[in-house]
């Protein structure tokens, strides 16, 4: 087990994280235009000293190492366009927004993507079945660029519910958290509904009802169980989604998180900020991953001998 | 499958195929709901008297009517037409990006799944390696970084897209390698690439053309996401994304250059999305519903 989990971090974790911080700081520094080329024209001088400041002066390949020894001590250097700030501090303000909004995400799309499961493999093939997996799509279908305006539309301006934007209540975290929520409700959903129609066919299944036990008992507590895999693993895939779906959604209610401080570093050509965003994205999804895929080979008994 | 027991004379695969199909009432209704949007697209210099970027401040933000059909913006574009040209961007970008991903997926797949080995360890940890990669963040990297068009759009997209049918190819080469008929083919002395393409292809034509359905809605809205972000399709040129952010911004006034927009869009990925699973229950009947 632990011989597992100790190969996984170094044979795929590890590796991985360094080809991603390598790629990601050669297209940045290969692209033509550089910080401080946009705005209002800086002094020869000034540009020489900014340069010489943050180390844009020396050999390429330099830089790159100098960079990749500091980010292993999570020092992802100073921002370039917020003076004064490291990239850490940024990091470390604002992603536990992000992470929170995630949270409460998941926790909707977990627990009604599973129920919509349930009602829907309660009886397949029928109108109940098409009708829950229908408006379930419309997660999937209905982006969340389009979702969220919808939702401040009709919940803010016409009904007045709810505030339009902002984090400091918790009114303010309703929306987003639905919003960015809803795409996986039926990605869940159609997972569960597949598992459960997968083991309702299976033999314990068969000795649950020759017990006499009630189906709607036999659904949660036997078929349930086993149906849950496939959810469990898509966990991993589903946090990368979540990460990158809150781009959108903190833009749009105009939440202080990760995401937006990510979107605006891209635009202004902020290259410590970017690689130090990308880098710790790609470190919580890689990390992410592996833990789901130890869970998925702990829960499931016909994986564990893998793990050996 | 076979409902009475006897296969008819004559039932093809893909004839058997289209049968399950037509069976199912959603794909159909995707069917024809996707080909009328895209018949709309296609004829839109003679549906509108507009262009995309006609300007007429004087009738500007006016509400759906006679005039246009879909109202105007705030610059006087008529919605309408700047939808129907949004349009054919948005399919352009889905099906090219498709074609992109279909190309370099199967040929990566089929490559690893049949040379096996080193080769397939090499190519497959690389593929691995790229799930982890924080792929949207990338194609904004590309965008904010270097000059943005509709190729580099493409390329960047279908650079993205083609990870998972890598894997599936590679999955259904590795079964089929082992079959009679390839160890036939080789027997009869065929070179490989002759295999690959003559016997091993045609037979995993199925699920490619059923993930690669499902790709084209993806790849829109990835298109309509980054259009939305301002690195997309740039204006004047129009695209629903665009049009989206557009209205977005002026939903509490003028909320029509919202909700249109939003409709077409969400109509085009739904029935993409049914089609889609239409195709996987008729030419992959393991995994349909009964």
Redesign the interface.
Known sequence: MVRFILKRIFF?TI??LI??AT??FF??RL???GPFSTEKSISPEVLTQLNAFYGLDKHLFTQYLTYMARIITFDFGPSFKYPGRTVTELIAESFPVSLELGVYALCIAIVSGILAGLIAASK??SLRD?LTM?IS??G????T??MG??L??LFS?ILGWFPVSGWNTFSNRILPSITLGMVYIAYIARLTRGGLLDTMVQDYIRTARAKGLPERLILIRHALRGALLPVLSFLGPAA?GL??GS??VE??FSIPGLGRF??AA??N?DYTM?MG??VF??FI??SF?TIVDVLTALVNPRLRSSLR | MKKNGTYSRGTSLMRDALRRFVRNRLSVTGCIVLLFIITLCLAAPLLTPYTYDYQNLSSGATPPGAQHLLGTDILGRDLFTRILYGGRVSFAVGLCATLVSVLIGVAWGAIAGWYGGKTDTIMMRFVDIAYAFPFTIFVIILMVFFERSLLLLFIAIGAVEWLTMARIVRGQVMALRHQEFVDAAIGLGLRQHQILLRHILPNIIGPVIVYATLTIPAIMLLEAFLSYLGLGVQPPSSSWGILIREGTESMETYPWLLIFPAVVLSLTLFSLNFIGDGLRDALDPRSSRE
Not at chain 1, 140 to 143: E, H, K, L, T, W
Request: with cysteine; hydrophobic share 60%; glycine share 4%.
């Open positions: 795929e590796p991985s080809v991603i790629i990601t297209l940045i692209a033509p235009g397949p093939s098409y229908s799509m419309g999937i279908c209905i982006p660029f389009v305006p919808l401040v539309l301006l990368a990460i990158t781009f959108v833009t749009i990510f979107v891209a635009f050509r970017i965003t990308v994205y790609a999804m890689i991953n």
